[in-house]
């Protein structure tokens, strides 16, 4: 192994995990073309970040990285991220998780097609909550709130349920809050244009590369464990 080697490839490692940008446009332009053209520095590349517990991805000539499974570094636990989104309680956090994947699934019905939204608005999202969570809950069983399991699809709908679409203060234009459906959808979208995933424009909100780097390989893996989940354990296609 050459020192050169591993140094490109330790430095592409480290502006990665600093969020800066790999890509053959811009300032590190150079780096991307060591990890790209380099049989040794790309190598050295994956397994760095394998052992960081970090996944590589490319796209549109590219480099974007994501936390691993249980990774306390460079991921988040569940208490910091509803510091970060401001909510109280874990059922609001699932629910915050849910209505992440409602905006992928706005964008990307699989990640085969070549065809998605262009952009989403707020009330996108709305609507494709209240459709997906439509299924879940027999209302005319009686459900409790309270009695049901805090990490189950049913207290997702449920919650999202109890919500009014919006406030007094919602009217004069949406406001981040975890008190009506908008105020917790514009949490989220507050949440994704932070992390560099969705930029606003006018109130509509468009993917980034590093959204559909992570969604075109990441996706298509736990899409099928959704709908699964959704169906009640069942296999989608039964």
Not at 17 to 38: D, H, K, M
Not at 156 to 175: F, H, K, N, S
Not at 189 to 205: G, I, K, P, T
């Amino acid at each position: 192994m050459e020192n050169r080697n591993l140094d490109k490839a330790l430095d592409i490692v480290s502006k990665l995990i600093t969020g800066e940008n790999v890509s053959e446009r811009g300032e590190n332009a150079a780096l991307y073309q060591e990890y790209n053209n380099n049989a040794e520095v790309y190598d050295i590349v994956h397994m760095s970040l394998k052992k960081l517990n970090l996944n590589i991805y490319e796209y549109n000539n590219g480099l974007y990285v994501s936390a691993g499974d249980n990774n306390r570094v460079f991921g988040y636990s569940n208490e910091e991220l509803r510091n970060v989104l401001g909510l109280r309680v874990n059922k609001e956090l699932y629910l915050a998780y849910f209505i992440i994947y409602n905006i992928i699934t706005e964008f990307y019905s699989d990640t085969m097609s070549s065809t998605y939204a262009e952009f989403i608005r707020l009330e996108d999202i709305i609507k494709n909550v209240d459709k997906t969570t439509g299924g879940i809950v027999d209302k005319s069983a009686g459900l409790v709130l309270d009695e049901v399991e805090e990490n189950s699809f049913k207290q997702i709908a449920l919650t999202w349920d109890e919500l009014p679409v919006t406030t007094v203060e919602d009217q004069t234009g949406a406001r981040a809050a975890r008190n009506s459906k908008s105020g917790m959808v514009k949490l989220v979208l507050n949440f994704c244009v932070a992390q560099e995933l969705l930029v606003e424009s006018q109130d509509r909100y468009y993917p980034t590369d590093r959204f559909r780097s992570l969604i075109e390989n990441y996706f298509d893996d736990y899409r099928g464990r959704f709908a699964e989940l959704m169906n009640g354990g069942r296999d989608a296609t039964d």
